[in-house]
């Protein structure tokens, strides 16, 4: 190959893998970011968000209708036990592993008077008499969603009123 | 030896700038080919799916991230009116539809910036729990910048030219199948003439 050739396939060689990684990074890259903004850097504790409003820029298209707990859990300590006190309406516990999958989805109907979760990493040998439902995480880091279907300001408040009794913490030994 | 140097740089340069290009216009123009279509409304079923391909997570990521998969919720956007126009804040739309075979439904109008338009009126959404549907079986809400009359209102108040909005169905039945016809329909009502 001789004269612009070589420059032109190295050019073409350099977007295709500059396409690729892009496409693959975005969602790490947006799930890293929605860590530090939802925890502010602080893992394995529910966050429970404000009620949104126009202000709200945390994560792009939230929904007025919801109050939102959000817990970046980190397992790399060891697993980590969620539980979820049970809220009048709808409720759901979702599990987002670093890629952004939602591996995991629990809501009320399967669990009306709340969720008790181990969450370890995947791979790894779970224990030996586990007493809440053993979930495996694709990823060490992700996040764990609450929604509360609270559409007034009375839900809401209700609703902010339960958030207090949810646990997202270490349950490494 | 300079030059060939200055063209190495060159070719690297334009090969990062050119794969970078590509993959935002993939996240951006190629939305539309990853979704399926229902009339004006648009269903990506692969959202939040650990089966979803490389270019729908980044696609979620970028415009839904946390997004619930399929099997708990559905969600469908809709970005132009009937005549395949943006909405714009200069336009009064009428939203009706009839009651969906789901446990509960939202509509949230969303800025061009995918949250909600920067104003206090404090109506970004209707849902299933708050309207209720007329003798002709339809609900009906006003997509508009001001409330007047309207009795079930999403306000386009700061919403600019190029707003969405994100119908949210949770817990579908069985029986639930999207179509255009079971979807809310849009309806332009009228339009500020550009001063």
Known sequence: MSGWGKYIVAALLVAV???????????????????????????????????VTAASRTIV???????YSACPYDLATGPVRIHVAPWNDYWSLSLYANNSDNFYVLDDREARDGADILLIRG?????????????????????????????????????????????????AR | MLRQILAWIVAI?????????????????????????????????????????PYTR???????????????ALYFNLER?????????????????RDLATRWWSVTLYARDSYLARNDDHAASVDSSRVSAG?????RARISSVQGNSVNWLSSRNARRGFSLTLRVYNPQRDFAPSEDALPKLTTVSCASPS
Do not use: K
């Open chain 1, 17 to 51: 893998v500059t396409h690729i990684v892009a496409i693959f990074a975005v969602p790490n890259v947006l799930m890293n970011v929605a860590l530090q903004r939802l925890g502010g850097g602080h893992y394995n504790a529910w966050h429970l968000g404000d009620r």
């Open chain 1, 123 to 171: 791979g790894s040998p779970p224990p030996d008499h586990p007493t809440a439902t053993v979930v495996e995480s694709p990823s060490a880091r992700g996040i764990a969603l609450i929604r509360r279907l609270a559409p007034t300001p009375d839900a809401y408040a209700g609703a902010a009123h339960v958030a207090p009794n949810d646990i997202c913490a270490s349950a």
């Open chain 2, 81 to 97: 009116d009937e005549h395949g126009q943006p909405l714009s804040e200069s336009c009064i739309y009428d939203l009706a539809g």
């Open chain 2, 135 to 139: 003798d002709d079986g339809l609900w």
């Open chain 1, 61 to 67: 298209r939230p929904s007025p209708d919801f109050a």
């Open chain 2, 13 to 53: 340069a334009a090969g990062l700038a050119l794969g970078g290009a590509s993959a935002w216009a993939a996240l951006t123009v190629g939305v539309s080919g990853f979704s399926a279509h229902y009339g004006a409304w648009s269903l990506n079923r692969a959202a939040g799916s650990t089966a979803a391909g």
């Open chain 2, 58 to 72: 980044a696609i979620i990521a970028r415009y839904g991230l946390l997004e619930l998969s399929s099997r708990e």
